[in-house]
């Protein structure tokens, strides 16, 4: 199955009156809806409003990306990708760009982040399928050493999630299944693991299951459930505000 011909459609109407960032994802929502069930669930052409060449070489660079990681040589990894191009919801690609309505809360241009179509808080979790798109720098998609941080698979993930119904209410869950798979990403190409989210609370989930054997067992959490594995690494410590460094 191949979405690479897919064109989306501005929806009847049009969505010129609404904010930005709310119409962005009601056209994403639209887009999803009018493709159907039998249609590809990962969008790889730009919508129509996304028409600069610097905006083309996005997705130009992305659908490299996306082939990349459908191949990428790491079951959990393949499997994450398979699942969402199986999963019922639909999920489209924005590029981070100097429009205020690409970034995410704290205006970081390098902060790619995943936003549920539905246009309702991410804090109140999904449980039916929802669909996502996916907000990511230049640099996500391209194929430079920066790219080994995994940005694109993390994001895929909490897609992932929502397109799935498994999309926790509950911030640090959803960040550590993100990392998780992002740090097996990360042992494969050589790129440094990581050890916590942004300074705030530890991310060990991967370390700990290559370290007991679990691999498996922790990465079926993803496919499966909407949690992550109850660890000494992780659910044992309080919330981490001081002891890490932003990074
Ligand atoms: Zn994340």
């Known amino acids: 199955m191949s979405c690479y011909g897919l064109v989306c459609t501005k929806p009847p109407g049009g969505f010129a009156m ?45 659908r490299k990306a996306v082939d990349n990681l459908a191949r990428f040589d790491d079951p959990a990894v393949h499997r994450v990708y398979a699942a969402a191009m199986a999963s019922p919801g639909t999920i489209v690609f ?51 050493k920066r790219a080994g941080s995994g940005l694109l698979l993390h994001e895929l993930v909490h897609a992932l999630d929502m397109t799935t119904g498994r999309y926790s209410p509950d911030n640090r869950t959803r960040e550590r299944r993100a990392v998780f798979v992002q740090n097996a990403w990360r042992a494969r190409v050589g790129y440094k ?16 299951s290559k370290r007991t054997g679990r691999f498996d067992e922790y990465a079926e959490y993803l496919f499966t459930r ?19 460094k932003k990074r």
């Open 18 to 62: 609404m904010r930005p960032r709310l119409a962005c994802l009601v056209a994403a929502l639209t887009v999803a809806t009018s493709m159907g069930s039998a249609i590809a669930k990962i969008i790889l052409e730009p919508p129509p409003e996304v028409s600069a060449p610097m905006h083309r070489a996005f997705y130009d660079q992305l």
């Open 193 to 208: 693991l990581r050890t916590n989210y942004h300074g705030y609370f530890r991310t060990l989930d991967y370390q700990e």
């Open 94 to 144: 924005r590029p981070i760009t100097a429009d205020p309505s690409t970034l995410a809360t704290d205006n970081d241009p390098d902060r790619g982040h995943t936003e549920p179509a539905d246009g309702r808080p991410k804090r109140e979790g999904r449980t039916r399928p929802t669909g996502a798109v996916i907000f990511l720098p230049m640099w996500g998609v391209e194929q430079g």
């Open 226 to 244: 909407d949690d992550s594995p109850d660890t000494t690494a992780n659910n044992g410590t309080p919330h981490m505000a001081a002891p890490f």
